[in-house]
C-alpha cells in the first residue's frame, strides 16, 4: 500500500527551507481509520471493540486488494 501522508521537505514560518523527514501513516491505517469512522457512524448497531477494529482492519484489507487490481 505505501505511506500515507509521508513529507520529505517544508518550510519554517519565514519561509526558509528545512529538511523534515517523515514516513507518515501507513496506508493500511489510513483506510482502517476511514473504515472505522464509517462503522462508528451507524448508532443502530454496537459491536465490542475489537469487532469494530478487526472489521476497519478487514475493510482496509480489502480497500488495498482492489487498489491493486
Do not use: C, H, W
Amino acid at each position: 500500500g505505501g505511506p500515507a501522508f509521508p513529507t520529505e521537505q517544508g518550510y519554517d514560518y519565514r519561509g526558509e527551507r528545512i529538511v523534515s523527514v517523515s514516513p507518515g501513516m501507513t496506508l493500511r491505517d489510513y483506510f482502517a481509520g476511514k473504515a472505522l469512522a464509517g462503522l462508528l457512524g451507524n448508532p443502530e448497531r454496537y459491536y465490542t471493540i475489537d469487532a469494530y477494529v478487526s472489521g476497519a482492519y478487514k475493510m482496509a484489507d480489502a480497500m488495498i486488494a482492489e487498489r491493486a487490481k
